[in-house]
């Protein structure tokens, strides 16, 4: 017998896989991680639109992906409107069900340049980059780590001779 640990997730996978558009949104609803799923499913249905030669399901890959990118950064939009420390730490996240990835990797893997560009992952990005240097105290920390600088600097100039 065969056990799937997320059935909704590879339920989603395998519609996307047969085609059945519709039923994959059914599916999604029902995964515990939406917003990678939505952005995993984009992903899919982009690869498949550029692997199929019928015009039809093209246009189809190409609207569902589109529009399970809208579906996942609007379930971004309702976290990070309840709370934006949450948001970032959801984003962020390991997710062992989506090849131990996270919602910020899936997005920049998918090119959803749309979800990277929502002010979550604008705010995690800029964390990122400045080391959870806050504007608020970042002119303290710099004067702080200039002075640790130059005094360890000065100690090291009495210690070794020259």
């Known amino acids: 017998m065969i056990q799937l640990d997320r059935p909704a997730r590879e339920l989603l996978i395998w519609s996307i896989l ?4 519709r039923m994959c949104e059914l599916f999604w609803t029902m995964e515990k991680e939406p917003i990678a799923a939505a952005l995993m499913a ?4 982009s690869a498949l639109s550029c692997k199929t030669d019928d015009f039809t399901d093209k246009e189809d ?3 569902y992906a589109k529009g399970f990118q809208e579906k996942a950064e609007g379930v971004l939009n309702e976290c990070y409107r309840e709370d934006e420390h ?5 984003i ?5 069900y989506y090849g131990h990835s996270s919602v910020i990797k899936l997005a920049a893997e998918g090119q959803s340049i749309k979800f990277m560009a929502h002010p979550c992952c604008q705010d995690f990005l800029t964390n ?3 080391g959870n240097l806050s ?3 970042s002119m303290f920390r710099v004067r702080q780590g200039g002075i ?3 005094g360890r600097f000065l100690k090291l100039c009495f210690l070794v001779p020259f």
Do not use: D, F, P
């Open 86 to 90: 949450r948001a970032q730490l959801i």
């Open 18 to 21: 047969v085609g059945k558009l």
């Open 42 to 45: 984009s992903i899919l249905l």
């Open 128 to 130: 990122t980059w400045k």
């Open 61 to 63: 890959y190409r609207n």
């Open 148 to 150: 640790t600088s130059l």
């Open 92 to 96: 962020n996240h390991e997710l062992s």
């Open 135 to 137: 504007s608020k105290n």
